[in-house]
């Protein structure tokens, strides 16, 4: 049975590219598709493939392809590297490939060569849009196998391509901002979602472009690094629900489901067709020029290939059995992801996959960091089990070309590993999911965790310090995009994912968060303040705190997801930013910059080591050293600067529903206190200029329910 080529019926061959262009044998490294001077050379890796065929496309709408190269195992193979030059191709050429060998799941081998399969090691992707999954499904493993007619039906013309390209690129003598830990300031947000809204008045809306447009809006914030939700190629249609309450099409919004680690996001590009390459590198080479680096989250613990009902769009079609973690029967899928598979990432070819991705968005595209997705997964064998020092993570540590980026973790899995504090490896920073916590539930009033919320301000020794890490192995944050925003963590007691299609089950039910009064929005005056005061001392504890502090985009201005807190699949006003509300919220947004330049004077609270027992002093609300066993809902510190010319200060935190009162230390000979931060005074009073800083000229000071006070000492 042979696929028609749309113009001569040809299945194989050359004869149908233009010119009668050269075809030979080609290299086998490096792998993908590299354009030279008078054609391209293709190469792919597959160890138990019979046959393999390079689909070529004159454009890439054809459905079908204008020729089908089919190569030769004695000619075009070298160990399991399948290659291929073809003469007379240009960049911009489209192509994909078919790979035919054994069908048999009870080995782990899933070859099918009626599938239309993308490179691996694509750099661009197009068509991925109307890339229809449904068609390139696998038999339902739940019923025995007696009809496999169905994977005999081509998925070609409703399948992506992949585009060879060349790299040239002017970088304008780009360089890296390479700020230390001490200085970064990370605002995690979404490509798409962060323009895409009306709103944002840019001329180029949800795209790579629209990034740039919004550089004096960072600049202004003071953030020194943006890290984007996945940008490595997704399909946003890729599946077919629909909103329960609208009926509106939900889809693959945060883009956590990739089908090419090496291709940036098509769609987020201007005009697409290949230009998404070029945009990427203008944004970042826009974003390093204005001194801001550029962190990828990047998943490499699973892909959109699903389990063994899924679609077979790359990897299952080359190498099932060597790219993924099979269970042992070898014919289901080891999920430690939570999303059907889990990539065999210790595997030799896969690790290689990996680094060589790394490499080429830091050598390629001038990539400053890595957050990784669910990254217990990529210390795991082939087994599944953990394993200290696993081979990849001290590969990517200690990679000369990866040196210098930052690499942050994700240090736990959906199969149980949770490895904050002992993530293997001293170079990695971690997202710290008990800082989130912590602080949420100090700030709830929460009885028992002033001591927690010490820990948690003083860089979490009590997590890190053990292994021999320090402050900067901990990314703190208190919301991300995964939960709920600033706005709806003080807003709303449960969550609302009702508009998910999957009846509110999705989600952490465990968000540590309180409404104060009433579900949602409200007009409230009384309420409203109460909102506004926890939303500044949480933003106010995240700059305070040592380690590095995350801010979700958009919370600076109060953006609100409804309720929602899993909005992955809404790619709608839910999740788009509207910058509206930074009219509407000026006093938020004005004080989240006022804390940020806070932070920067201040290089106390940015060391990259723990507080000395002579630097941070800690005492009650009366002013002796706290009883961390009471139900206190209140704690004070006093922060020298022991090491620096800075003044002291001293950090008052009152999480009770009712105004306690703080004695003071005295301040230093010829020095006297003045508020530098109190979260219960109105703007700007909130977080004064330094020439309309308050006096404090008494030993003690009220603060008001749920508020935290920061004196600084300054001449009498």
């Not at 291929?84 to 192509?95: E, H, N, T």
């Not at 304008?172 to 323009?195: C, F, M, N, Q």
């Not at 925003?485 to 968000?511: C, F, I, M, Q, W």
């Amino acid at each position: 049975m042979k696929l028609p080529d749309k113009q001569s019926g040809q299945t194989e061959g050359s004869q149908g590219l233009q010119g009668s262009p050269t075809v030979k044998s080609g290299s086998p490294l490096p792998l993908g598709a590299t354009v030279g001077l008078n054609g391209v050379n293709f190469a792919v890796f597959s160890r138990h493939a019979t046959r393999v065929e390079l689909l070529l496309y004159d454009s890439a709408d054809d459905p079908y392809p204008s020729s089908v190269i089919a190569l030769d195992p004695l000619a075009n193979r070298t160990g399991e590297i399948w290659h291929v030059w073809v003469g007379g191709l240009k960049p911009g050429q489209c192509y994909a490939y078919r790979i035919d060998g054994p069908y048999r799941p009870y080995e782990g081998l899933r070859f099918n060569r009626w599938r239309v399969l993308v490179d691996p090691y694509a750099a661009a992707l197009t068509g991925v849009s109307g890339w229809d999954f449904e068609r390139a499904r696998g038999y339902d493993a739940s019923s025995p196998i007696k009809d496999l007619s169905f994977l005999a039906e081509d998925n070609g013309p409703y399948a992506a391509r992949a585009m060879a390209l060349a790299m040239e690129f002017d970088w304008k003598a780009d360089r890296p901002p390479a700020h230390p830990w001490s200085r970064t300031i990370i605002y995690e947000t979404h490509v798409r979602g962060l323009t895409i809204h009306p709103s944002s008045r840019v001329q180029h809306p949800g795209t790579y472009r629209g990034v740039i447009e919004k550089i004096p809006y960072f600049k202004e914030l003071g953030v020194t690094a943006l890290e984007f939700l996945p940008v490595q190629e997704f399909n946003e249609n890729e599946t077919r629900r629909t909103n329960p309450i609208t009926g509106e099409p939900l889809g693959n919004y945060w883009g956590y489901n990739p089908v090419g680690f090496f291709a940036p996001k098509e769609t987020y590009s201007s005009i697409g067709k290949g230009a998404q390459v070029t945009e990427f590198k203008e944004m970042v080479r826009a974003l390093h020029a204005a001194d801001i680096e550029v962190i990828l989250d990047v998943v490499f613990n699973h892909t959109a290939e699903d389990d063994e009902t899924g679609p077979t769009l790359s990897l299952r079609g080359f190498e099932n059995s060597v790219y993924y973690l099979l269970s042992e029967d070898l014919r289901h899928y080891r999920d430690f992801s939570g999303c059907g598979n889990t990539l065999n990432c210790n595997h030799p070819v896969v690790r290689e996959l990996i680094l060589d991705c790394l490499r080429y968005w830091v050598i390629e595209m001038h990539i400053d960091g890595f957050r990784f997705d669910l990254a217990a997964i990529l210390g795991r064998d082939e087994s599944g089990n953990i394993t200290p020092n696993a081979p990849l993570l001290e590969r990517i540590a200690e990679d000369p070309i990866l040196r210098n980026v930052k690499l942050i973790a994700e240090a736990w899995d959906a199969g149980g590993a949770y490895l904050v504090g002992s993530f293997p490896g001293l170079r990695w920073s971690e997202w710290n999911g008990q800082y989130r916590d912590d602080i949420r539930r100090f700030w709830r009033g929460d009885p028992g965790m002033t001591g927690a919320f010490a820990s948690r301000l003083c860089g979490s020794a009590d997590i890190y310090q053990h292994s021999g890490r320090a402050p900067l192995n901990s990314i703190n944050f208190i919301t991300c995009h995964d939960g709920f925003t600033l706005r709806d963590l003080v807003s709303y007691a449960e969550k609302h994912n009702e508009a998910n299609g999957e009846g509110n089950r999705d989600g952490n039910p465990a968000n540590f968060s309180c409404n104060y009064g009433v579900e949602g929005e409200t007009s409230d005056a009384a309420i409203n303040a109460v909102r506004l005061r926890q939303t500044k001392n949480m933003i106010a504890t995240l700059m305070l705190s040592r380690g590095v502090p995350m801010l979700l985009g958009g919370d600076e201005f109060g953006r609100t997801q409804g309720g929602n807190n899993n909005a992955y699949c809404q790619d709608n006003e839910v999740s788009w930013y509207d910058w509206r509300l930074i009219e509407r919220n000026r006093e938020l947004v004005r004080f989240t910059r006022r804390m940020i330049a806070f932070r920067f004077d201040h290089s106390v609270l940015r060391e990259e080591r723990f507080y000395g027992h002579d630097e941070v002093l800690w005492f009650n609300s009366r002013g002796v050293y706290p009883d961390w066993n009471t139900g206190e809902r209140s704690i004070a510190c006093l922060i020298l600067d022991v090491l620096g010319a800075g003044s002291r200060l001293y950090l008052m935190a009152n999480a009770e529903e009712h105004e306690v009162e703080f004695q003071l230390p005295p301040a230093a000979h010829s020095l006297a206190w003045r508020i530098a931060i109190d979260t219960g005074a109105q703007a700007p009073n909130d977080i004064p200029e330094v020439a309309a800083r308050q006096l404090v000229g008494r030993p003690n000071i009220r603060l008001a329910p749920r508020s935290l006070v920061v004196l600084e000492e300054s001449p009498g």
